[in-house]
C-alpha cells in the first residue's frame, strides 16, 4: 500500500516538472520568435537600434527594447482581421512606420499631428472618404485601430498615380503627397528629414 502511494506521488512529480518545463520552453520560443500564429512581424533588437543609429544618432535607444515591441500583438491583429476582409496588409511596414513616428509612444506633436500614425483630422477624413471606413482622431492612439489606419493610408497612396513604389509611398507618408507631386514634377527638392525618413525604413526593411 505505501508503495503503492510512493508511486503516485513520484508520478505526479515527474508530470509536474514535465509540465514545467514544456511552459518554460514554451515562454523562451515565444519570447525569441515574437507573438506566435498566421502573421508575424519583426522584433527590434539591439542590432537593429545600432543599425538605425548609424542613420538617425539617437532616435532610438536600447533602453526602450521592450517599448519598441510592445503592440506587436494589436498589429497582428490588426493585419489579420483585414486579412478577412480581403485586404492584404504588411504589418512589418505597419510597425515600422508607427516605430519611427513615435518609437511606440504616441503623442500630439507640435504641428498636431497625432497617435501612432501621426496624422490629424484632415487626412482621416480623407482616408474614410477613400476606403468607406469611419476612424475617429481618438482612434490613433488605439495600437490596433491605428495599424488599421495606416493600412488604408498606405493602400489609398499607393494607389496615386505619383507614386511607383514603397519608396515613394515612405516618402508620402513623411512628406504629404502635394510636397511629393511638386518634388515629382521637379517643382521641389526633397528635404534631407524626408530622406533620412526612407534611409531609416529602408534599414528596418532589410530585417524582414
Known sequence: MILSILLVLL????LTSITNNYDNMAKKLNSELGPVGDT???????GLVN?????DKGLFSVDKLSQYNSVDSDIITASDKLKTLGENPDP???KSLMLIETG????????????????NQSNIDYINSKNNTDFKLEDMYDPEKAATYIHYYVKTMKQSKHVDNMQDVVAVYNWGIGNFIKYKNGLKTMPKQTERYVSLMNTLQDTF
Not at 543599425?51 to 542613420?55: A, G, K, M, T
Open 104 to 119: 511606440m509612444n504616441p503623442k500630439k506633436n507640435n504641428l498636431g499631428y497625432e497617435g501612432y500614425p501621426q496624422t
Open 51 to 55: 543599425h538605425l543609429d548609424s542613420v
Open 92 to 94: 512589418n511596414m505597419i
Open 11 to 14: 508520478l505526479n512529480m515527474t
Open 40 to 46: 508575424n512581424v519583426f522584433q527590434v533588437d539591439e
